[in-house]
């Protein structure tokens, strides 16, 4: 007979184990806490043993353009600007008169003429009319050099006051102004967008936005046109003979006259307008306003001074 074998023994199941990390954490309380700093009391001025080698130079106060040597001290384009302003009105206004007499003398004149067609005019007066129109206008002829030379100067220095002001370049150099103002027939068309580009860098517009001349000028371009048409149809006009054409030519000097007086308002109105915009208030109208008296301030607090203050 074979031999019997014995039956295998069953091991007990293990237990499952579980993965379990311990943290050990301090209890709410057991870390000191952190103490907000305390404001410390202010104890006066500090005090030194000797005299300190720092400090402010022992000087009066004054105006820094009064200190030399520093960059405070050069002429700003706006002070400049303002200082052009004070020169160029009174001139242009002085123009503006001059040539409505010189209009009022070409009138005169004109009429004087119509007169002597039906009856003669007497010898005093033709002469004191002769030697009145010819007075004014060699005045208007000479001094109008005067108030075209300061409003171009006047314009230089405007474009330099708004784009330091707007803290922009200008748009065009200095010699294209001055090529596209004073060189004939090129004025004519190219002296609105110069003034143009002023009056939008005075009223702070961005560069990207086209310059939209207003109406003031717009009005003084067109004198500026009506002006010099004027003056080219005067000299054409003094190639033709005839007592008509001379009759003719002398109420266009007149006009001419008129047109130029009417451009030198124009003209002062809108520097007035411009330099107005760029330096409102003038230096000398500024105040210095000192306090006399304090009504209804509760008393200061004074303190005492430290024991350990030298001085």
């Given at each position: 007979m074979p031999p019997v074998r014995p039956a295998p023994m069953r091991q007990p199941p293990q237990p499952v184990r579980h993965r379990v990390r311990w943290v050990a954490s301090p209890p709410p309380g057991a870390w000191p806490q952190r103490r907000e700093p305390v404001a410390e009391r202010y104890h006066g001025p500090?005090?030194?043993?000797?005299?300190?080698?720092?400090?402010?130079?022992?000087?009066?106060?004054?105006?820094?353009?009064?200190?030399?040597?520093?960059?405070?001290?050069?002429?700003t384009p706006g002070e400049r600007l303002r200082v052009i302003t004070r020169s160029v009105l009174p001139v242009l206004w002085t123009f503006a008169a001059l040539a409505l007499v010189a209009s009022a003398a070409e009138i005169w004149r004109y009429v004087l003429l119509v007169q002597s067609r039906d009856s003669a005019l007497s010898t005093s007066v033709v002469t004191v009319s002769d030697s009145f129109v010819i007075?004014?206008?060699?005045?208007?002829?000479?001094?109008?050099?005067?108030?075209?030379?300061?409003?171009?100067?006047?314009?230089?220095?405007?474009?330099?006051?708004?784009?330091?002001?707007?803290?922009?370049?200008?748009?065009?150099?200095?010699?294209?102004?001055?090529?596209?103002?004073?060189?004939?027939?090129?004025n004519l068309i190219l002296v609105l967008p110069i003034v143009a580009e002023l009056e939008h860098a005075v009223l702070r517009r961005s560069r990207e936005t086209r310059p939209k001349p207003s109406r003031?000028?717009?009005?003084?371009?067109?004198?500026?046109?009506?002006?010099?048409?004027?003056?080219?149809?005067?000299?054409?006009?003094?190639?033709?003979?005839?007592?008509?054409?001379?009759?003719?030519?002398v109420l266009l000097v007149a006009l001419t006259d008129l047109a130029a007086a009417g451009l030198a308002v124009v003209t002062a109105l809108l520097v007035k307008r411009m330099?107005?915009?760029?330096?409102?208030?003038?230096?000398?109208?500024?105040?210095?306003?000192?306090?006399?008296?304090?009504?209804?301030?509760?008393?200061?607090?004074?303190?005492?001074?430290?024991?350990?203050?030298?001085?």
């Open positions: 500090p005090s030194y043993p000797v005299p300190p080698r720092w400090g402010f130079p022992n000087l009066v106060w004054r105006r820094p353009t009064a200190v030399p040597g520093t960059a405070s001290g050069e002429v007075t004014a206008g060699l005045l208007t002829t000479i001094l109008s050099l005067l108030p075209s030379g300061l409003t171009v100067w006047w314009l230089l220095v405007a474009r330099h006051a708004a784009a330091e002001a707007s803290g922009e370049t200008p748009p065009r150099r200095q010699w294209q102004v001055l090529l596209f103002v004073l060189v004939p027939v090129v003031l000028v717009l009005a003084w371009w067109g004198v500026w046109v009506l002006n010099w048409l004027l003056l080219v149809l005067v000299i054409v006009w003094r190639f033709r003979d005839g007592v008509q054409a001379l009759a003719d030519g330099s107005g915009l760029l330096s409102p208030v003038a230096e000398k109208r500024l105040r210095l306003l000192r306090v006399l008296k304090v009504d209804g301030a509760p008393d200061p607090d004074r303190r005492e001074r430290p024991a350990t203050s030298v001085r």
